[in-house]
Protein backbone atom coordinates (compact mmCIF):
# COMPACT_ATOMS: atom_id res chain seq x y z
CA UNK A 1 0.00 0.00 0.00
CA UNK A 2 0.95 3.42 -0.83
CA UNK A 3 0.55 6.87 0.82
CA UNK A 4 1.55 9.93 -0.82
CA UNK A 5 2.74 12.78 2.38
CA UNK A 6 3.20 15.63 0.15
CA UNK A 7 6.66 14.95 -1.40
CA UNK A 8 7.53 11.51 0.29
CA UNK A 9 5.91 8.29 -0.90
CA UNK A 10 5.34 5.65 2.33
CA UNK A 11 5.47 1.65 0.48
CA UNK A 12 4.58 -1.45 3.09
CA UNK A 13 5.96 -4.09 2.25
CA UNK A 14 5.07 -7.73 4.08
CA UNK A 15 7.87 -10.15 4.34
CA UNK A 16 7.00 -13.70 3.16
CA UNK A 17 8.49 -15.88 5.68
CA UNK A 18 7.67 -13.83 9.05
CA UNK A 19 4.58 -11.78 8.27
CA UNK A 20 5.94 -8.53 9.29
CA UNK A 21 5.61 -5.06 8.33
CA UNK A 22 8.37 -3.02 6.43
CA UNK A 23 7.90 0.78 6.43
CA UNK A 24 9.91 2.28 3.37
CA UNK A 25 9.71 6.02 2.93
CA UNK A 26 10.83 7.80 -0.79
CA UNK A 27 11.45 11.49 -0.66
CA UNK A 28 11.68 13.71 -3.17
CA UNK A 29 15.14 13.00 -3.08
CA UNK A 30 15.19 10.50 -5.18
CA UNK A 31 14.15 12.09 -8.33
CA UNK A 32 16.36 14.85 -8.18
CA UNK A 33 19.25 12.09 -7.34
CA UNK A 34 17.57 10.55 -10.73
CA UNK A 35 17.85 13.85 -12.34
CA UNK A 36 21.42 14.34 -11.72
CA UNK A 37 22.40 10.77 -13.02
CA UNK A 38 20.73 11.70 -15.91
CA UNK A 39 22.61 15.10 -16.39
CA UNK A 40 25.97 13.48 -15.14
CA UNK A 41 25.50 10.66 -17.52
CA UNK A 42 24.55 12.47 -20.53
CA UNK A 43 27.16 14.71 -19.63
CA UNK A 44 30.03 12.10 -20.00
CA UNK A 45 28.60 10.51 -23.09
CA UNK A 46 28.34 13.82 -24.60
CA UNK A 47 32.21 14.23 -23.85
CA UNK A 48 33.01 10.86 -25.07
CA UNK A 49 31.02 10.88 -28.21
CA UNK A 50 32.28 14.31 -29.03
CA UNK A 51 36.09 12.85 -28.17
CA UNK A 52 36.02 10.31 -30.22
CA UNK A 53 34.49 12.27 -33.54
CA UNK A 54 37.37 15.09 -32.99
CA UNK A 55 40.18 13.38 -32.24
CA UNK A 56 39.25 10.65 -35.72
CA UNK A 57 38.63 13.67 -37.63
CA UNK A 58 41.71 15.36 -36.57
CA UNK A 59 43.55 11.51 -37.36
CA UNK A 60 42.53 11.57 -40.70
CA UNK A 61 43.16 15.16 -41.24
CA UNK A 62 46.64 14.24 -40.27
CA UNK A 63 47.26 10.94 -41.96
CA UNK A 64 46.02 12.24 -45.13
CA UNK A 65 48.62 15.21 -45.43
CA UNK A 66 51.57 13.36 -44.20
CA UNK A 67 52.33 11.15 -47.14
CA UNK A 68 55.84 10.71 -46.86
CA UNK A 69 56.36 10.54 -43.32
CA UNK A 70 55.75 7.16 -42.42
CA UNK A 71 55.27 3.77 -45.12
CA UNK A 72 51.95 3.62 -46.93
CA UNK A 73 51.13 -0.29 -45.20
CA UNK A 74 51.12 1.20 -41.41
CA UNK A 75 49.10 4.45 -42.97
CA UNK A 76 46.40 2.71 -44.40
CA UNK A 77 46.39 0.88 -41.72
CA UNK A 78 45.91 4.11 -39.54
CA UNK A 79 43.34 5.61 -41.61
CA UNK A 80 41.15 2.29 -41.34
CA UNK A 81 41.68 2.22 -37.70
CA UNK A 82 40.44 6.19 -37.19
CA UNK A 83 37.83 5.26 -39.89
CA UNK A 84 36.32 2.64 -38.15
CA UNK A 85 36.06 4.67 -35.05
CA UNK A 86 34.64 7.70 -36.76
CA UNK A 87 31.88 5.15 -37.85
CA UNK A 88 31.75 4.32 -34.02
CA UNK A 89 31.40 7.84 -32.72
CA UNK A 90 28.96 9.20 -35.11
CA UNK A 91 26.72 5.87 -35.73
CA UNK A 92 26.42 4.35 -32.02
CA UNK A 93 27.59 6.85 -29.70
CA UNK A 94 26.06 10.56 -30.76
CA UNK A 95 22.64 8.70 -30.71
CA UNK A 96 23.34 7.97 -27.11
CA UNK A 97 23.32 11.56 -26.10
CA UNK A 98 19.82 11.97 -27.02
CA UNK A 99 18.94 8.47 -25.26
CA UNK A 100 20.49 9.33 -22.49
CA UNK A 101 18.99 12.51 -21.82
CA UNK A 102 15.37 11.38 -22.36
CA UNK A 103 16.10 7.76 -20.79
CA UNK A 104 14.57 6.62 -23.57
CA UNK A 105 15.68 5.17 -27.42
CA UNK A 106 13.74 7.34 -29.69
CA UNK A 107 15.20 6.05 -33.05
CA UNK A 108 13.37 3.12 -33.69
CA UNK A 109 14.09 -1.16 -33.67
CA UNK A 110 16.18 -0.38 -37.03
CA UNK A 111 18.59 2.30 -36.38
CA UNK A 112 19.02 0.17 -32.84
CA UNK A 113 20.10 -2.97 -34.77
CA UNK A 114 22.18 -0.62 -37.46
CA UNK A 115 23.81 0.72 -34.35
CA UNK A 116 24.19 -2.28 -32.60
CA UNK A 117 25.87 -4.13 -36.01
CA UNK A 118 28.18 -1.02 -36.78
CA UNK A 119 29.43 -1.00 -33.23
CA UNK A 120 30.15 -4.16 -32.73
CA UNK A 121 31.62 -4.43 -36.66
CA UNK A 122 33.63 -1.23 -35.89
CA UNK A 123 35.31 -2.71 -32.87
CA UNK A 124 36.63 -5.77 -34.74
CA UNK A 125 37.88 -3.65 -37.41
CA UNK A 126 39.93 -2.08 -34.89
CA UNK A 127 41.20 -4.84 -33.47
CA UNK A 128 42.28 -6.34 -36.49
CA UNK A 129 43.63 -3.35 -37.70
CA UNK A 130 45.66 -2.55 -34.72
CA UNK A 131 47.16 -6.55 -35.02
CA UNK A 132 48.05 -6.07 -38.76
CA UNK A 133 49.72 -2.56 -37.51
CA UNK A 134 51.81 -4.78 -35.34
CA UNK A 135 52.20 -7.66 -37.70
CA UNK A 136 53.35 -5.41 -40.80
CA UNK A 137 56.29 -4.11 -38.23
CA UNK A 138 57.20 -6.83 -36.84
CA UNK A 139 57.61 -7.87 -40.32
CA UNK A 140 60.23 -4.86 -41.22
Same mark, same amino acid.
Given at each position: ???????????????????????????????????????????????? &? %???? !??????????? *? +?????? @?????????? &? %???? !??????????? *? +?????? @?????????? &???????????????? *??????????
Amino acid at each position: MAMNNGSNVTMTLRSATNESDYNVTLSSDVTSYDRFITVLQTTIIAVI &S %SGII !LSNIVNLIVLA *S +ASGAMP @WATRLFLINL &S %SSDL !LVGVIACAPAV *S +AAAIDR @WIYGDVWCQV &SGITHSASCAVSVWSI *SMIGLHRLDQ
